[in-house]
């Protein structure tokens, strides 16, 4: 299954990414089908090839969600953007505290 996922670039301290195609499970610094941009987000500025990124979504290529937001951002998709940052566990146990305390 092939997916779009961000390869990490530059020195330490300035990362910048580029978007690559590749197989899901692969390596990120290994073999990939195909270079389809780069963003950085120090500047928060990302260049994409839309025409090959509405390519491989077509295909069934899969988005990491971060990838995901890129893209809706650079307006490959027309979407609403996912939400990106985990909850910490003790917000978790309170959300789940009051729903366990109503079916009790």
């Not at 195609?21 to 780069?38: I, T």
């Not at 839309?50 to 069934?60: F, I, P, S, T």
């Not at 307006?75 to 566990?89: D, F, L, N, Q």
Request: charged share 35%; net charge positive.
């Amino acid at each position: 299954m092939l997916a779009i996922k961000l390869k990490r670039i530059g020195k330490k301290g300035q990362a910048s990414y580029r978007l690559i195609v590749s197989e899901k499970r692969s390596k990120v610094f290994g073999r990939c089908v195909e270079d389809l941009g780069w963003h950085n987000p120090h500047t928060n500025k990302s260049k994409v090839d839309r025409e090959r990124a509405g390519y491989w979504l077509k295909v069934g290529a899969q988005p990491t969600d971060s990838v995901y937001n890129i893209l809706v951002k650079t307006g490959v998709v027309k979407a609403e953007k996912k939400a990106v940052h985990k909850k910490s566990k003790k917000q978790e146990k309170e959300a789940t505290a009051p729903e366990a305390q109503a079916t009790a």
